[in-house]
Structures are given as structure tokens and as C-alpha cells.
């Protein structure tokens, strides 16, 4: 083979090798839950400058919705037991969701929310189809017979 075809190939192959880590890189988000993301933010200021996936939670009586802003806020625990009975001393984190209430945003709804701690202490969801993930217990149980 000629020295041109070399670097060619070598060259395309260092150019998808980069495009490839450059995906990756910008996909990763940092997956935790809400005890862990407090936990962090107390030991690590940066934490507010990226992506963060958390789950936890949802506590049904925080829910806010404004239908004319498509304006959501609730809070989320980190764990079931924590909702049931530990609830007022649970952690809580405040949500802020731009977009239409999802049907299954209701207690005790398992929720994970894509997007970045502020300094203010509040979880802002991205602006992303997925940044808001809810799946409802009592769907999923199953059927005594």
C-alpha cells in the first residue's frame, strides 16, 4: 500500500475515534440519588456545572402545575420508606419542570429527572422529552388474583 492510503485510513479512523468519544462524553450524566446529589453539593460546589440524572420520590402533595405556563414544581425523597415514614425528616429536593403534566406525576411516583442543581438549592429539568421519567407503582403492580 502507498504511504497516502496510510495516512488516510489513519486519519479517518483518529477522526471517528474522536467523534465517537466526544458522544459519549456528552451523554454522560452523573446518575444519583437525592440523599447522594445533597451529599455531593455539600462536599463539591461543581456539582451545579453538569448534568446530573437523580432519582427519587415523588411527594404528591408538593405537586404545582400551571397550565398557562406549562409551569411544574414538586418535590422528590430518596427512597419509598423515606415518603412513608420518615417523611418529615426526609431530604427533600424541589423540581422545576418546564412542560404538560404527565399523567403519572402523582405520590409515590418513581421519578427520574435529567438536568442541573442550582446554587439555589433547586433541581432544574432539562428541555428534553426525556428529562422527566415517571413510572406509577400502582401500574406496575401485580394483579392479586
Given at each position: 500500500?502507498?504511504?497516502?492510503?496510510?495516512?488516510?485510513?489513519?486519519l479517518i479512523a483518529v477522526a471517528m475515534i474522536a467523534v465517537i468519544t466526544f458522544a459519549?462524553?456528552?451523554?454522560?450524566?452523573?446518575?444519583?440519588?437525592?440523599?447522594?446529589?445533597?451529599?455531593?453539593?455539600?462536599?463539591?460546589?461543581?456539582?451545579?456545572?453538569?448534568?446530573?440524572?437523580?432519582?427519587?420520590?415523588?411527594?404528591?402533595?408538593?405537586?404545582?402545575?400551571?397550565?398557562?405556563?406549562?409551569?411544574?414544581?414538586?418535590?422528590?425523597?430518596?427512597?419509598?420508606?423515606?415518603?412513608?415514614?420518615?417523611?418529615?425528616?426526609?431530604?427533600?429536593?424541589?423540581?422545576?419542570?418546564?412542560?404538560?403534566?404527565?399523567?403519572?406525576?402523582?405520590?409515590?411516583?418513581?421519578?427520574?429527572?435529567?438536568?442541573?442543581?442550582?446554587?439555589?438549592?433547586?433541581?432544574?429539568?432539562?428541555?428534553?422529552?426525556?428529562?422527566?421519567?415517571?413510572?406509577?407503582?400502582?401500574?406496575?403492580?401485580?394483579?392479586?388474583?
Amino acid at each position: 500500500m502507498k504511504p497516502k492510503f496510510i495516512i488516510g485510513i489513519g486519519l479517518i479512523a483518529v477522526a471517528m475515534i474522536a467523534v465517537i468519544t466526544f458522544a459519549i462524553l456528552s451523554n454522560a450524566n452523573l446518575e444519583v440519588t437525592v440523599n447522594d446529589l445533597f451529599a455531593r453539593a455539600a462536599t463539591n460546589r461543581e456539582i451545579t456545572q453538569r448534568p446530573i440524572k437523580v432519582s427519587g420520590i415523588v411527594v404528591g402533595d408538593s405537586i404545582q402545575y400551571d397550565p398557562t405556563t406549562l409551569h411544574i414544581e414538586f418535590d422528590v425523597v430518596n427512597s419509598h420508606n423515606d415518603l412513608v415514614n420518615n417523611l418529615s425528616q426526609a431530604k427533600r429536593l424541589r423540581v422545576i419542570y418546564k412542560g404538560t403534566k404527565p399523567d403519572t406525576l402523582l405520590h409515590e411516583s418513581e421519578a427520574i429527572i435529567t438536568g442541573k442543581l442550582a446554587e439555589d438549592g433547586k433541581f432544574y429539568a432539562a428541555n428534553s422529552q426525556d428529562a422527566l421519567l415517571l413510572r406509577c407503582p400502582s401500574k406496575y403492580v401485580e394483579e392479586k388474583k
